[in-house]
């Protein structure tokens, strides 16, 4: 009889634990699908293309479960799922990963990526790493878009373990932190221990099918970029309550506005003053360094408002090649966090880095000798042309001769008897023009009209030259501004080359230059100095360097000294560069922006140029115009002195003259022959005089 009823009774055992397991199992299906769901739909938005890594393993077929419905315990089955609801219900573009077929490219990078890995793969982290390293050397590899990796399969070690690993491996490659790891153990077994006394005892309870969804917060609770590995969340067959997920934030932001002095590795490629090396003592007496300068500026501003602690590491201050090539060498190591200084923005460096917005936007400039100032006796000479002046003289003569001709004219003798004689009648006119009166006005209408368009003449010449010479003792001129090579190859300039300019040559078109003969310098700044205060070459530079030069040297106004061509060689864009996805660029790009737009970098180079300008050992005096100094005043000193020289002249020869004719008469100078008064004008007066008295 109880041999019967075990018969009767294992049967519906049998069926209510088949029938059991089909609704847990039914059960766990649909949770899974709904995260699935959740996941990809709540995460990925239609700005761009998702793209799909397939597992490269997949498991074994197992044996069907007796109520004929695939369990979810294989990747299989989830890549199935996960692209059935992207098939039907995302927006956004698909892009399944293919190492073989990778010839093509995207317009706008991705901004997403899943991953399907299976545990059980030998060799696991290895395999792993190269699916990511393949996955990152493709040309639309986004390292700060969201990511998903989708484990599912029999675990070697502890989930907490398996995480470490995974997301360890993501940010060692890629420095991914904006990932999330969901682990699907069908056959894990959990673990719980317990403490007897002195010793620890394992125990197997179950085994039991569950979720864990892990990720990496780096700067969790002050840590500095470490591999912080978070349990967001865990879900288990008895507990698949849809609330559980959809209430967790799976991408949130893992960088801190501000960070607990956490050390920033810094260092530099540049030339001052993009960089400049400020060295002091500690209270130990150990010798340290800052880096400083119009390219580091924004970067400092940076540390000291997020209180990050920086470490600055040697820095590259020449320009040369080997030097930079082992400064790249240092940024591969991965030990570098920032570079900054003469970074371009070009295409080269993006494909290995990651570049800021830009810090400072510079031109390369042609740097030419800036115009002397011109002698001040040629630019007198210059102040009228010299068909302005050769009419003057002209009209001068003419006016000279015409006055001398009415004044002899017979019936006009008495009417203007002042200009009777030629020398007298060059007087008179020279007087005018020089704005003095002369002696005796002429008395008939003709001679004095005649008088007053010479006078009215004189005036205008003496008002414009008087406008032209105030001019030119508020300013002095200068000689012509080269403005294109043209003008250079004609000033017989020659070209300044160093060692990096044969670089440039290779990445900017300059065959314009092969009519120059070049001078090889040893540096830049002697290069350039020989523009600046030799004259007797040219080069081309940043637009910053020769002015800071200029400062250096003491010049307070480095224009009249640093000049530049009018067309420039190119224009540049000097970024910071950071490891290829490093969490720090969104907040450093902000920061930047923000200082570029409130012109805080502009006020630090007049810093700068001021900073230099007080440390100048010699003061450029020439620099500093004084507008009535007596260099400046002598050319008109000298021609008042030539002036009062050649009037003692003419005085001393008249004396002489008049000394020698009363030599020649007799003591009795009622000699007609020998009377003074020699002129017939005057003598017929006096004959006059007498006949009426």
Same mark, same amino acid.
């Given at each position: 009889?109880?041999?019967?009823?075990?018969?009767?009774?294992?049967?519906?055992?049998?069926?209510?634990?088949?029938?059991?397991?089909?609704?847990?199992?039914?059960?766990?299906?649909?949770?899974?699908?709904?995260?699935?769901?959740?996941?990809?739909?709540?995460?990925?938005?239609?700005?761009?293309?998702?793209?799909?890594?397939?597992?490269?393993?997949?498991?074994?077929?197992?044996?069907?479960?007796?109520?004929?419905?695939?369990?979810?315990?294989?990747?299989?089955?989830?890549?199935?799922?996960?692209?059935?609801?992207?098939?039907?219900?995302?927006?956004?573009?698909?892009?399944?990963?293919?190492?073989?077929?990778?010839?093509?490219?995207?317009?706008?990078?991705?901004?997403?990526?899943?991953?399907?890995?299976?545990?059980?793969?030998?060799?696991?982290?290895?395999?792993?790493?190269?699916?990511?390293?393949?996955?990152?050397?493709?040309?639309?590899? =986004?390292?700060?878009?969201?990511?998903?990796?989708?484990?599912?399969?029999?675990?070697?070690?502890?989930?907490?373990?398996?995480?470490?690993?995974?997301? #360890?491996?993501?940010?060692?490659?890629?420095?991914?932190?904006?990932?999330?790891?969901?682990?699907? *153990?069908?056959?894990?077994?959990?673990? =719980?221990?317990?403490?007897?006394?002195?010793?620890?005892?394992?125990?197997?309870?179950?085994?039991?099918?569950?979720?864990?969804?892990?990720?990496?917060?780096?700067?969790?609770?002050?840590?500095?970029?470490?591999?912080?590995?978070?349990?967001?969340?865990?879900? +288990?067959?008895?507990?698949?309550?849809?609330?559980?997920?959809?209430?967790?934030?799976?991408?949130?932001?893992?960088?801190?506005?501000?960070?607990?002095?956490?050390?920033?590795?810094?260092?530099?490629?540049?030339?001052?003053?993009?960089?400049?090396?400020?060295?002091?003592?500690?209270?130990?007496?150990?010798?340290?360094?800052?880096?400083?300068?119009?390219?580091?500026?924004?970067?400092?501003?940076?540390?000291?408002?997020?209180?990050?602690?920086? =470490?600055?590491?040697?820095?590259? +201050?020449?320009?040369?090649?080997?030097?930079?090539?082992?400064?790249?060498?240092?940024?591969?190591?991965?030990?570098?966090?920032?570079?900054?200084?003469?970074?371009?923005?070009?295409?080269?460096?993006?494909?290995?880095?990651?570049?800021?917005?830009?810090?400072?936007?510079?031109?390369?400039?042609?740097?030419?000798?800036?115009?002397?100032?011109?002698?001040?006796?040629?630019?007198?000479?210059?102040?009228?042309?010299? #068909?302005?002046?050769?009419?003057?003289?002209?009209?001068?003569?003419?006016?000279?001769?015409?006055?001398?001709?009415?004044?002899?004219?017979?019936?006009?003798?008495?009417?203007?008897?002042?200009?009777?004689?030629? *020398?007298?009648?060059?007087?008179?006119?020279?007087?005018?023009?020089?704005?003095?009166?002369?002696?005796?006005?002429?008395?008939?209408?003709?001679?004095? =009209?005649?008088?007053?368009?010479?006078?009215?003449?004189?005036?205008?010449?003496?008002?414009?030259?008087?406008?032209?010479?105030?001019?030119?003792?508020?300013?002095?001129?200068?000689?012509?501004?080269?403005?294109?090579?043209?003008?250079?190859?004609?000033?017989?300039?020659?070209?300044?080359?160093?060692?990096?300019?044969?670089?440039?040559?290779?990445?900017?078109?300059?065959?314009?230059?092969?009519?120059?003969?070049?001078?090889?310098?040893?540096?830049?700044?002697?290069?350039?100095?020989?523009?600046?205060?030799?004259?007797?070459?040219?080069?081309?530079?940043?637009?910053?360097?020769?002015?800071?030069?200029?400062?250096?040297?003491?010049?307070?106004?480095?224009?009249?000294?640093?000049?530049?061509?009018?067309?420039?060689?190119? *224009?540049?864009?000097?970024?910071?560069?950071?490891?290829?996805?490093?969490?720090?660029?969104?907040?450093?790009?902000?920061?930047?922006?923000?200082?570029?737009?409130?012109?805080?970098?502009?006020?630090?180079?007049?810093?700068?140029?001021?900073?230099?300008?007080?440390?100048?050992?010699?003061?450029?005096?020439?620099?500093?115009?004084?507008?009535?100094?007596?260099?400046?005043?002598?050319?008109?000193?000298?021609?008042?002195?030539?002036?009062?020289?050649?009037?003692?002249?003419?005085?001393?020869?008249?004396?002489?003259?008049?000394?020698?004719?009363?030599?020649?008469?007799?003591?009795?100078?009622?000699?007609?022959?020998?009377?003074?008064?020699?002129?017939?004008?005057?003598?017929?007066?006096?004959?006059?005089?007498?006949?009426?008295?």
């Amino acid at each position: 009889m109880e041999t019967r009823f075990i018969i009767i009774l294992l049967p519906i055992l049998t069926l209510s634990s088949i029938a059991k397991e089909t609704f847990a199992e039914n059960s766990t299906q649909q949770f899974v699908q709904s995260l699935i769901e959740h996941v990809l739909l709540n995460n990925f938005t239609q700005e761009g293309p998702v793209v799909v890594l397939l597992s490269n393993n997949t498991q074994e077929d197992r044996l069907a479960s007796l109520n004929a419905v695939q369990s979810p315990q294989t990747i299989e089955w989830l890549q199935d799922k996960s692209f059935d609801v992207m098939s039907k219900s995302s927006l956004w573009p698909i892009l399944v990963h293919d190492i073989e077929h990778e010839d093509y490219s995207l317009d706008i990078p991705p901004k997403g990526y899943i991953i399907f890995t299976n545990p059980e793969m030998e060799d696991f982290k290895y395999n792993f790493i190269q699916n990511v390293e393949n996955l990152k050397n493709t040309p639309y590899w =986004n390292p700060r878009s969201n990511l998903i990796v989708f484990a599912c399969g029999k675990l070697q070690k502890p989930p907490a373990d398996f995480a470490h690993t995974v997301l #360890s491996a993501l940010k060692e490659t890629s420095n991914i932190i904006n990932a999330v790891l969901f682990i699907f *153990t069908g056959d894990t077994e959990q673990i =719980n221990s317990y403490s007897n006394g002195s010793t620890t005892n394992s125990i197997i309870i179950e085994n039991t099918k569950a979720i864990h969804a892990y990720t990496l917060s780096p700067y969790l609770n002050g840590a500095c970029n470490e591999d912080v590995i978070v349990l967001i969340g865990k879900w +288990t067959a008895h507990n698949t309550s849809q609330d559980n997920f959809k209430s967790i934030d799976l991408f949130p932001d893992k960088v801190p506005k501000r960070f607990t002095g956490c050390v920033l590795n810094i260092t530099a490629f540049g030339i001052e003053p993009y960089l400049i090396v400020k060295t002091y003592k500690t209270d130990d007496g150990e010798n340290k360094f800052t880096l400083e300068g119009i390219s580091m500026e924004l970067i400092n501003l940076f540390t000291r408002e997020v209180n990050l602690t920086p =470490n600055f590491l040697e820095p590259v +201050t020449e320009l040369k090649y080997e030097l930079l090539i082992e400064l790249v060498a240092l940024y591969t190591t991965g030990i570098i966090d920032i570079v900054a200084g003469l970074i371009p923005t070009v295409q080269f460096i993006k494909s290995h880095a990651d570049l800021s917005v830009p810090v400072l936007t510079d031109t390369l400039k042609y740097v030419v000798p800036c115009p002397k100032p011109m002698k001040k006796t040629e630019e007198i000479l210059t102040l009228f042309s010299i #068909s302005t002046w050769i009419s003057m003289g002209l009209v001068f003569i003419i006016v000279s001769v015409l006055f001398w001709m009415l004044s002899n004219y017979p019936t006009r003798r008495n009417d203007f008897t002042g200009f009777n004689v030629l *020398t007298q009648s060059f007087s008179a006119a020279w007087a005018v023009l020089l704005g003095i009166s002369v002696p005796q006005m002429p008395l008939s209408l003709g001679t004095r =009209n005649l008088f007053i368009i010479y006078v009215w003449y004189c005036f205008a010449i003496n008002t414009v030259f008087q406008a032209y010479f105030t001019t030119y003792l508020v300013e002095p001129g200068y000689e012509p501004h080269l403005k294109t090579l043209d003008d250079v190859l004609q000033a017989e300039l020659k070209l300044g080359s160093y060692n990096l300019m044969e670089t440039l040559r290779g990445t900017v078109d300059l065959n314009e230059l092969d009519d120059f003969e070049e001078i090889i310098c040893i540096d830049i700044d002697q290069c350039h100095k020989s523009v600046l205060f030799n004259r007797d070459t040219f080069s081309f530079a940043l637009s910053y360097f020769p002015t800071y030069l200029a400062s250096l040297a003491g010049i307070s106004d480095q224009s009249k000294v640093v000049c530049f061509l009018d067309n420039s060689v190119i *224009t540049l864009s000097m970024a910071a560069v950071l490891p290829i996805g490093h969490p720090l660029l969104k907040n450093l790009n902000v920061h930047i922006i923000r200082c570029v737009e409130a012109g805080l970098l502009e006020g630090y180079w007049s810093k700068i140029k001021h900073e230099v300008n007080l440390k100048a050992n010699n003061t450029d005096k020439a620099s500093e115009y004084v507008v009535f100094s007596l260099t400046h005043l002598s050319p008109v000193f000298m021609l008042l002195l030539f002036g009062c020289i050649l009037s003692a002249l003419l005085l001393g020869s008249e004396l002489a003259v008049f000394w020698i004719k009363s030599n020649k008469c007799p003591i009795n100078r009622s000699n007609s022959k020998c009377s003074l008064n020699t002129d017939p004008s005057i003598q017929e007066r006096s004959n006059k005089s007498k006949l009426i008295m």
